[in-house]
Protein backbone atom coordinates (compact mmCIF):
# COMPACT_ATOMS: atom_id res chain seq x y z
CA UNK A 1 0.00 0.00 0.00
CA UNK A 2 1.67 3.11 -1.15
CA UNK A 3 1.34 5.83 1.76
CA UNK A 4 -0.74 8.96 0.86
CA UNK A 5 1.18 11.87 -0.77
CA UNK A 6 0.42 15.43 0.64
CA UNK A 7 -0.84 17.74 -2.31
CA UNK A 8 0.92 21.27 -2.05
CA UNK A 9 -1.90 22.24 0.38
CA UNK A 10 0.40 22.97 3.20
CA UNK A 11 -0.64 26.15 4.42
CA UNK A 12 1.67 28.16 7.00
CA UNK A 13 0.98 31.45 9.08
CA UNK A 14 2.88 33.23 11.94
CA UNK A 15 0.96 32.59 15.05
CA UNK A 16 2.01 34.91 18.22
CA UNK A 17 5.55 35.00 16.45
CA UNK A 18 5.70 30.98 15.25
CA UNK A 19 4.91 29.21 12.44
CA UNK A 20 1.92 26.99 12.57
CA UNK A 21 1.01 24.47 10.21
CA UNK A 22 -3.04 25.25 9.24
CA UNK A 23 -4.25 22.73 7.41
CA UNK A 24 -2.34 19.50 5.23
CA UNK A 25 -4.99 18.00 2.82
CA UNK A 26 -3.91 14.34 1.43
CA UNK A 27 -5.03 13.50 -2.22
CA UNK A 28 -7.74 11.66 -0.72
CA UNK A 29 -9.66 12.80 1.78
CA UNK A 30 -12.04 10.18 3.01
CA UNK A 31 -15.22 10.66 4.76
CA UNK A 32 -13.85 8.75 8.16
CA UNK A 33 -11.84 12.02 8.66
CA UNK A 34 -15.03 14.16 9.70
CA UNK A 35 -16.69 13.32 12.85
CA UNK A 36 -19.65 15.75 11.87
CA UNK A 37 -21.84 15.38 8.69
CA UNK A 38 -24.84 17.43 7.08
CA UNK A 39 -26.87 16.65 4.20
CA UNK A 40 -27.16 19.62 1.81
CA UNK A 41 -29.69 19.16 -1.41
CA UNK A 42 -28.63 21.35 -4.61
CA UNK A 43 -30.36 23.62 -6.20
CA UNK A 44 -31.52 24.57 -9.57
CA UNK A 45 -29.90 28.17 -8.93
CA UNK A 46 -26.44 26.77 -8.00
CA UNK A 47 -25.97 25.15 -11.46
CA UNK A 48 -23.85 27.90 -13.56
CA UNK A 49 -23.66 28.05 -17.57
CA UNK A 50 -21.11 24.80 -17.66
CA UNK A 51 -24.26 22.42 -16.03
CA UNK A 52 -22.70 22.37 -12.60
CA UNK A 53 -22.47 23.77 -9.29
CA UNK A 54 -20.64 27.18 -9.69
CA UNK A 55 -17.33 27.25 -7.55
CA UNK A 56 -18.59 30.03 -5.32
CA UNK A 57 -21.49 28.02 -4.07
CA UNK A 58 -19.12 25.70 -2.57
CA UNK A 59 -18.37 28.20 0.03
CA UNK A 60 -21.87 28.45 0.89
CA UNK A 61 -22.02 25.05 1.70
CA UNK A 62 -19.24 25.61 4.22
CA UNK A 63 -20.54 28.27 6.02
CA UNK A 64 -23.99 26.11 5.95
CA UNK A 65 -22.37 22.90 7.43
CA UNK A 66 -20.23 25.24 9.84
CA UNK A 67 -23.10 27.69 11.52
CA UNK A 68 -26.12 24.70 11.52
CA UNK A 69 -23.62 23.31 13.52
CA UNK A 70 -22.64 25.97 16.04
CA UNK A 71 -26.52 27.01 16.22
CA UNK A 72 -27.84 23.46 16.88
CA UNK A 73 -24.66 21.94 18.73
CA UNK A 74 -23.45 25.08 20.36
CA UNK A 75 -26.26 27.52 20.93
CA UNK A 76 -24.88 30.64 18.84
CA UNK A 77 -27.16 33.14 18.66
CA UNK A 78 -27.32 34.76 15.10
CA UNK A 79 -29.70 37.43 15.89
CA UNK A 80 -29.18 38.67 19.38
CA UNK A 81 -25.96 37.12 20.85
CA UNK A 82 -23.55 39.28 22.49
CA UNK A 83 -20.81 37.61 20.08
CA UNK A 84 -20.66 36.59 16.65
CA UNK A 85 -18.14 34.67 14.36
CA UNK A 86 -16.38 36.40 11.17
CA UNK A 87 -15.29 34.79 8.71
CA UNK A 88 -11.28 35.85 8.55
CA UNK A 89 -9.57 33.62 5.70
CA UNK A 90 -10.94 30.60 3.66
CA UNK A 91 -9.85 27.91 0.85
CA UNK A 92 -11.92 25.65 -1.66
CA UNK A 93 -10.09 22.45 -3.48
CA UNK A 94 -11.99 21.13 -6.27
CA UNK A 95 -11.85 17.73 -7.17
CA UNK A 96 -15.19 16.82 -8.85
CA UNK A 97 -17.89 18.52 -9.66
CA UNK A 98 -21.51 18.85 -8.12
CA UNK A 99 -24.81 19.14 -10.70
CA UNK A 100 -28.78 20.04 -9.37
CA UNK A 101 -30.69 17.77 -7.86
CA UNK A 102 -27.47 15.77 -6.40
CA UNK A 103 -27.42 16.04 -2.48
CA UNK A 104 -23.82 17.75 -0.75
CA UNK A 105 -22.76 15.84 2.26
CA UNK A 106 -20.97 17.95 4.22
CA UNK A 107 -18.06 16.76 6.63
CA UNK A 108 -16.90 19.08 9.32
CA UNK A 109 -13.61 18.75 11.48
CA UNK A 110 -11.92 21.20 13.54
CA UNK A 111 -8.11 21.42 13.06
CA UNK A 112 -7.50 24.45 15.75
CA UNK A 113 -9.22 25.55 18.85
CA UNK A 114 -7.82 28.98 19.75
CA UNK A 115 -8.79 31.53 22.36
CA UNK A 116 -10.84 33.85 20.11
CA UNK A 117 -10.30 31.51 16.53
CA UNK A 118 -11.54 27.96 15.42
CA UNK A 119 -10.12 26.82 11.98
CA UNK A 120 -12.53 24.25 10.81
CA UNK A 121 -11.97 21.52 7.48
CA UNK A 122 -14.67 20.57 5.30
CA UNK A 123 -14.89 17.97 3.04
CA UNK A 124 -17.86 17.84 0.17
CA UNK A 125 -18.92 13.99 -0.56
CA UNK A 126 -21.32 12.81 -3.22
CA UNK A 127 -24.25 10.83 -1.42
CA UNK A 128 -22.75 7.30 -0.29
CA UNK A 129 -18.95 8.12 -2.09
CA UNK A 130 -15.54 7.52 0.28
CA UNK A 131 -13.54 10.16 -1.07
CA UNK A 132 -14.21 14.20 -1.81
CA UNK A 133 -15.42 15.99 -4.19
CA UNK A 134 -13.80 19.10 -2.74
CA UNK A 135 -11.92 19.74 0.70
CA UNK A 136 -11.44 23.10 1.94
CA UNK A 137 -11.04 25.26 4.72
CA UNK A 138 -12.70 28.10 6.56
CA UNK A 139 -11.64 30.55 9.53
CA UNK A 140 -13.99 32.04 12.27
CA UNK A 141 -12.89 34.74 14.72
CA UNK A 142 -15.41 35.13 17.30
CA UNK A 143 -15.96 39.27 18.20
CA UNK A 144 -18.00 41.14 20.15
CA UNK A 145 -21.15 42.45 18.42
CA UNK A 146 -21.07 45.99 18.67
CA UNK A 147 -16.99 46.97 19.19
CA UNK A 148 -15.68 44.00 16.52
CA UNK A 149 -13.21 43.59 18.75
CA UNK A 150 -12.37 39.49 19.43
CA UNK A 151 -13.45 38.11 22.30
CA UNK A 152 -12.87 34.17 23.72
CA UNK A 153 -15.01 31.29 22.55
CA UNK A 154 -18.12 30.73 24.51
CA UNK A 155 -17.48 27.66 26.45
CA UNK A 156 -20.63 26.88 25.00
CA UNK A 157 -19.59 26.71 21.59
CA UNK A 158 -16.23 25.46 22.72
CA UNK A 159 -17.76 22.12 24.46
CA UNK A 160 -19.96 21.67 21.16
CA UNK A 161 -16.10 22.02 19.06
CA UNK A 162 -14.12 20.02 21.07
CA UNK A 163 -15.05 16.68 20.05
CA UNK A 164 -14.92 17.81 16.14
CA UNK A 165 -11.12 18.71 17.08
CA UNK A 166 -8.56 16.71 15.09
CA UNK A 167 -5.38 18.33 16.63
CA UNK A 168 -3.96 20.49 19.37
Known amino acids: MVASRVV ?3 VVAAVAGKATRLMTLTENETRDHFPHFLTIPTRWMDNDVYGHVNNVIYYSYF ?4 NQYLISQGGLDIN ?4 IAIAAESLCRFHR ?3 FPEVVEAG ?9 SVRYEIGL ?3 GERDAAAVGYFVHVFVDRRSR ?4 IPATIRAALTPLSIAD
Open 97 to 99: AFA
Open 80 to 83: QGEM
Open 108 to 116: LRVAHLGNS
Open 8 to 10: VAV
Open 125 to 127: FHE
Open 63 to 66: DTVI
Open 149 to 152: TPVA
